[in-house]
């Protein structure tokens, strides 16, 4: 068999030039669908060797236009003869500011980018892979906007969150098809999308809500996404993952922003509630 074959939107930078490098590395051959010329050519110069032996194709794709997506996808079909994997990643930051003053066309924008892109993504895709014994994977980049009300511009959150459900919508209609759909949520990482990422963790704003003391990278979500695409996880589908650090795990951390947490003043013990017996407390011992 030939090798495998993926497309990838907005491959041309933060994420997705790391996805699409992540896939050259593996052997795979990758089309880079994105609205941004001058960010193809670089990519194709980075990587000029896959370039030239064609396991890499720049596809210039609005991903708001169904046209475009389906030009993407058919380049991928024409390269390897299928479709293995669609990584829909193409982004915005959108529409921002008071919901009384946003305007109707900034909201749609937002969404056609962020959503209706996915939607497209997910549809041209599976007609191609429904025909393949293997069916395909489709890797869908949410955020952990989605998760939470206050994670990131309210028409972004929004739009990231139709994108995680849609994963699963999609995921239980595909799968008899043998097409699996999943999610990634990126926490805060350093993309040109992303330039309040600092480059020191330590003192940084990021550093009281994340628990890992290091920034994330592009490299990250591209290892994730690799693993989604591949013969790894063939039993995985409608999920997402959180490639975030241990923000989302680490939840709203009102412990320590009340004072709540015993283990900020250095108490150690156990509370018994209501129960009429007396609470254990005693000072850390250990440094």
Known sequence: MNARTAVVTGGASGIGAATVARFLDDGWTVVAADLNDASGERLLAEHDGAAKDGRLLFARCDVAEEEDIQAAIDAAVGAGGHLDCLVNNAG?????????????????????????AVFLGIKHAARV???QPDG????NVASIAALAGDAGPQSY????????HMSRVFATELGPDRIRVNCVCPGVIATPLNPAASEEF????LAAIQPLPYVGRPEHLAGAIAFLAGPDSTFITGQYLAVDGGVEAAGPRLGSILGTDPRSVGLVGVNRGSTGRKATVHRKVTP
């Open 92 to 116: 915005v930051g959108g529409a921002f500011g008071p919901v009384t003053e946003i305007s109707v066309e900034d909201w749609d924008y937002t969404f056609a980018v962020l959503s209706r």
């Open 129 to 131: 892979m429904r025909g």
């Open 136 to 139: 395909g994977s489709i890797v």
């Open 157 to 164: 959150s929004a739009a990231k969150a139709s994108v995680l």
């Open 202 to 205: 330590e003192g940084s704003p």
